[in-house]
C-alpha cells in the first residue's frame, strides 16, 4: 500500500501538469516547422515514454499503369506533371505512407521512383528507381531526409502539407491516403 501512495503522489501531480499544459505531451510534427519543435523538446527532455520506432521492410510495387496515375497539384510554378500510382500507395504498421511518383517533364521525359514519407518527423525516402522496362533499381542514397518547401519543384513539401501529412490531420490508414489523392486532405490548411 505504502508504493501505490506513493505512485499517487507522482501520478496526479504529473497528471494535473500533462492536463494544465505545463508539460507538453509527446506528439507527430504537424509539418516540417513543427519538425523543430519537436526536436527541440526531445534535447529539452520533455518527450517521455517514446518507444524506438522500427521501420517495415518496403517491398517494390508493380511498375505503375497509366491508368491508375492521379495528378497533385503541386503549384503555378513548375511546367513538370506531378502523379501518384494509386495502387502503389499504402500505409505501414511503421506509420510511413509510400507511394510510387512520376514526374514527366514539359519534353517528356518521365522519372519513376517509390518513396516513402513519416508524417511524425517531416522526412521522405528514395527506395528504388523506375527502369523503362518496369523493373526497379534500388536507389543508392535512400536515407531519410528532410523534406524542405522548394518552389520550382516542391512536390514533396506538397505530398506532405497538402495531401498526406497536413496540419490539421494526417491520414490512418490506406483507404485514406489514396482517397486525398483525388479529393485532397480536407484538413489542409491551404486548401478550400
Known sequence: MA????????????????????????????????YELLMQQKSDGRVFDEKPWVEMEALLPRPPEPSGLVTIDVGPVSNNKFEIDEMSVTFGTDEVV??????????????????????????????????????????????????????????????????????????????EARRVLRSGNPAAVNRP
Open 98 to 175: 509510400r507511394y510510387t511518383l512520376v514526374v514527366t517533364s514539359s519534353s517528356g521525359v518521365r522519372n519513376v521512383s517509390y518513396e516513402g514519407m513519416r508524417c511524425s518527423t517531416g522526412e521522405r525516402r528514395l527506395y528504388a528507381f523506375g527502369r523503362s522496362d518496369g523493373s526497379w533499381a534500388k536507389a543508392r542514397n535512400d536515407a531519410w531526409i528532410r523534406i524542405q518547401e522548394n518552389k520550382l519543384n516542391r512536390h514533396h513539401a506538397a505530398l506532405y502539407k497538402d495531401y498526406f501529412c497536413s496540419a490539421g490531420g494526417s491520414v490512418m490508414d490506406t483507404v
Open 3 to 34: 508504493m501505490l501512495r506513493g505512485t499517487k503522489r507522482v501520478f496526479f501531480p504529473c497528471l494535473s501538469a500533462v492536463l494544465l499544459g505545463i508539460v507538453p505531451l509527446p506528439s507527430n510534427a504537424a509539418g516540417p516547422a513543427d
